[in-house]
T-cell receptor, first 109, second 114 residues
Framework: GQSLEQPSEVTAVEGAIVQINCTYQ??????LSWYQQHDGGAPTFLSYNALDGLEETGRFSSFLSRSDSYGYLLLQELQMKDSASYFC??????????FGSGTQLTVLP | DTAVSQTPKYLVTQMGNDKSIKCEQN?????MYWYKQDSKKFLKIMFS???????INETVPNRFSPKSPDKAHLNLHINSLELGDSAVYFCASSPRDSRTYEQYFGPGTRLTVT
């Protein structure tokens, strides 16, 4: 089976940088995805790492270390609109996504 | 144009009833999914389906059944609804098998069982 751990809540101020960590245990692994979900909205795809290293997409970056079963999402130049829940998700051997429990990010003015 | 759409957006019903939620995607994707998100925002895969196979999460009760009339539609039928079925149900789709990590979600259907 698969299990993922991520912090339940993170708070930061506008303009700051925040890192959301994710550790996972899985019986099969293709990659780690990150999704954003605003209250009342649908999850939206942010990024994906299949190989070790950093992937950058604008203000958001995602990192993966396969040997440590660890990844993180880095959000720079935080904006109020970044307040949302962020989910890491493992793509396992069945080519399905198993999601973490989500991290609620609150951005303060 | 909406990429993944679901109807209805809200569904309130009584225990024991049978209900369906419809999902359509116009992205030309091969694989579609149903997820359940509970009140603690835990998002759990229920089914994945493409024209080759149906994968059912082993924890899903057999009261839940997906029906796919064609590649663009995956409907969810729920029989004998229970209080614990109250949740938000999301339909999603993804491109070809090698990109199942990039999923596009519908707006969700909030099901309330009374």
């Amino acid at each position: 089976g698969q299990s993922l751990e991520q912090p339940s809540e993170v708070t930061a101020v506008e303009g700051a940088i925040v890192q959301i960590n994710c550790t996972y245990q899985t019986s099969g692994f293709y990659g780690l995805s990150w999704y954003q979900q605003h209250d009342g909205g649908a999850p939206t795809f942010l990024s994906y790492n299949a190989l070790d290293g950093l992937e950058e997409t604008g203000r958001f970056s995602s990192f993966l270390s396969r040997s440590d079963s660890y990844g993180y999402l880095l959000l720079q130049e935080l904006q109020m609109k970044d307040s949302a829940s962020y989910f890491c998700a493992v793509e396992g051997s069945a080519r399905q996504l198993t999601f973490g429990s989500g991290t609620q990010l609150t951005v303060l003015p | 144009d909406t990429a993944v759409s679901q109807t209805p957006k809200y569904l309130v019903t009584q225990m024991g009833n049978d209900k369906s939620i419809k999902c359509e995607q116009n992205l030309g994707h091969d694989t579609m999914y149903w997820y359940k998100q509970d009140s603690k925002k835990f998002l759990k895969i229920m089914f994945s389906y493409n024209n080759k196979e149906l994968i059912i999460n082993e924890t899903v009760p057999n009261r839940f059944s997906p029906k796919s009339p064609d590649k663009a539609h995956l409907n969810l039928h729920i029989n004998s609804l229970e209080l614990g079925d109250s949740a938000v149900y999301f339909c999603a789709s993804s491109p070809r098998d090698s990109r199942t990590y990039e999923q596009y979600f519908g707006p969700g259907t909030r099901l309330t069982v009374t």
